[in-house]
């Protein structure tokens, strides 16, 4: 009997077989190392910062449970009321100037034009080159003395005398824009060129032969159909920013005068150079909520489609 | 048929002139860190020379760069790291994208969830408790504590590619291995994965930029010279108080940069193509 059984199965260890012939089984063989790491390794470190952020923890002590005390200090704390704005003003710029020049460059990519993979493949070098070495070519773009972009824009004359780029509170923050958006720009082109191409050929023609000029081609019939993605887009985008880190690091790092400083910046200063770990870990949960938020309109959007 | 007279002014205006505008946002930036990497001190800092342009171009940065640092050491830690998290994160992706998409099992659903919200954590936010965890694991200070740290992020991105791709492949030809006694996961490995190619090289590739550019856990995990990764290291280690060394920095930051590069110029067509595809379809 065992024999003629053995005979039937044409390969592979009994155990084996019997193993994999369940769906389930081999479904949760499968999806197991992923979901150990990310246990161990996201999970768990997730539900640390909570607790970590209800203590007074300070590098080198583990600290004691405090209850909310961290956060409540926060919101009264002026200069993390200035992280908040800071970070609301950076993602709100950034992502509306990376979506309408995102647009723009979405609509230049779909045409026709020479040598197009390689002008797309080079308009998306500043998302692949690891950032903080870019930023540190803005850095030095932007520096006080030699400033290259002071250099050009003066021998254009479109200012009159030298931007103190990086020194003045104001002008540090449209730095830190103007790299973030040169940064973002290309993801958003790409994503929304890959939502134009969806976009059936004949409704244009149709458009065309009933007299709709490119302008109200573009309000009824491209900016509906991309919205979907669009929304996508922005949503991904928002949340990357709201927790960025190394462009403002590397480039203001938070200043002059915290003049920009956000999230992300303010949680490594306080948690990692100040060695408040329990305060640095609760600036970090502010972050959460916005994840949430993000998670759940996604979420919704995704599930619509 | 006669070409409209305003036609060719109208592509200048509406194509070739923002097109050129965007080419020079995007690519300025790289001429910049290329010029001032192959420019001596006294034409780098001279502010009555043409700036834009080099008059004598040398390799000076280049070799003071390898004598005063351990650039190699960081360059190799970089190829360490991204090669062996981008395999682990492969392996990871192929079985749990296939086990997705194309598996019935309770929890699939919750499990898929979970990966797209993973995917959108950021890293600012639990980087602080994770380095205690890397402590507790007698990580801290070495490269290993990246190799385990980064899969957290690369796997939802590969799994959420790779889902999309292995749907896209008909079931047909896996459902025939199977009845010709293959079993599923010797289908999965000798029908499927060879049919999705170019989305594992795509999700390999993008994985190895995104380990290479990785920048927050590195700062925070390392902290000896030699264990540093490129994207950390030229930042803290040739920035010294005030002094900032630009021609050095700006040599390393292209030895940084040209990996990626030539990487990413080598498979620009599955990279346009991948992102165009798959990037939103999760």
């Not at chain 1, 059936?200 to 491209?222: C, M, N, S, V």
């Not at chain 2, 043409?50 to 280049?62: A, E, K, V, Y």
């Not at chain 2, 939802?156 to 293959?182: N, Q, R, V």
């Amino acid at each position: 009997m065992a024999s003629i059984a053995h005979a039937e199965r044409p390969s592979g260890l009994p155990w084996l077989r019997r193993f994999t012939a369940s769906e389930a089984l081999t479904g949760y063989f499968l999806i197991s190392p992923a979901v150990f790491l990310m246990a161990v390794l996201l999970a768990y470190p997730f539900v640390l910062a909570v607790w970590i952020s209800l203590t007074d923890r300070v590098l080198g002590e583990p600290g004691k449970f405090v209850g909310l005390a961290n956060f409540l200090k926060l919101l009264q704390d002026s200069l993390f009321r200035q992280t908040v704005w800071n970070s609301f003003v950076y993602t709100f710029s950034t992502v509306l100037l990376k979506m309408v020049l995102g647009v723009i460059l979405a609509l230049i990519l779909n045409q026709q034009m020479p040598c197009r993979n390689l002008i797309r493949g080079a308009l998306l070098l500043p998302w692949i080159v690891p950032t903080s070495l870019s930023v540190l070519t803005w850095l030095w773009m932007f520096d006080s003395l030699f400033s290259i972009v002071n250099y050009i824009l003066l021998g254009l004359g479109v200012i009159s005398r030298k931007v103190q780029w990086l020194g003045d509170p104001f002008w540090a923050m449209v730095s830190v824009i103007i790299v973030n958006t040169w940064r973002g720009l290309p993801f958003f082109a790409v994503s929304l060129l890959a939502g134009l191409m969806t976009i059936p050929k004949e409704l244009y023609e149709a458009a065309e032969t009933d007299g709709a000029r490119a302008g109200r081609q573009f309000w009824h019939i491209t900016l509906p159909l991309l919205q979907p993605v669009i929304a996508v887009v922005v949503l991904f985008s928002t949340i990357w920013t709201f927790a960025d880190f190394q462009i403002v690091y590397i480039l203001t790092h938070g200043g002059p005068i915290n003049a920009t400083q956000i999230f992300a910046t303010m949680a490594y200063d306080v948690a990692l150079v100040a060695g408040r770990i329990g305060e640095g870990s609760a600036i970090s949960l502010f972050l959460f909520p916005a994840l949430l938020v993000v998670i759940i309109l996604l979420l919704r959007y995704l599930r619509r489609e | 048929m006669r070409r409209k007279p305003g036609r060719r002014l109208k592509r200048l205006l509406g194509l070739y002139l923002p097109l050129a505008a965007f080419l020079f946002f995007a690519l300025f930036p790289f001429y910049w860190m290329f010029i001032s990497s192959f420019k001596a001190n006294p034409e780098l800092y001279n502010l009555r020379a043409n700036r834009l342009w080099i008059t004598s171009p040398t390799l000076d940065q280049f070799r003071d760069l390898f004598a005063k640092t351990v650039v190699l050491q960081w360059l190799w830690n970089s190829f360490f790291v991204s090669f062996l998290t981008s395999m682990i994160a492969m392996s990871f992706g192929i079985m749990a994208g296939y086990a997705l998409a194309r598996l019935r099992f309770p929890g699939a659903q919750a499990f898929g969830l979970a990966t797209f919200i993973t995917y959108l954590v950021p890293t600012t936010l639990i980087f602080i408790p994770l380095a205690s965890v890397v402590q507790r694991l007698g990580l801290s200070n070495t490269i290993w504590s990246l190799v385990i740290t980064y899969p957290t992020f690369l796997i939802p991105f590969c799994t959420w590619m790779l889902i999309a791709y292995f749907k896209s492949i008909p079931k047909d030809m896996e459902e025939c291995a199977m009845i010709d006694g293959c079993t599923r996961i010797g289908a999965m490995i000798r029908i499927v994965l060879p049919m999705a190619i170019p989305g594992v090289i795509f999700s390999a590739m993008f994985s190895f930029t995104l380990s290479w550019n990785e920048f927050v856990y590195a700062l925070t995990f390392i902290s000896s010279t030699t264990h540093k990764t490129m994207s950390v290291a030229v930042p803290t280690e040739l920035i010294r108080g005030d002094a900032y060394f630009w021609g050095e920095l700006m040599a390393a930051s292209l030895l940084g940069s040209v990996p990626v590069a030539v990487l990413y110029s080598f498979f620009m067509e599955y990279f346009v193509s991948g992102l165009t595809a798959g990037a939103l379809k999760g």
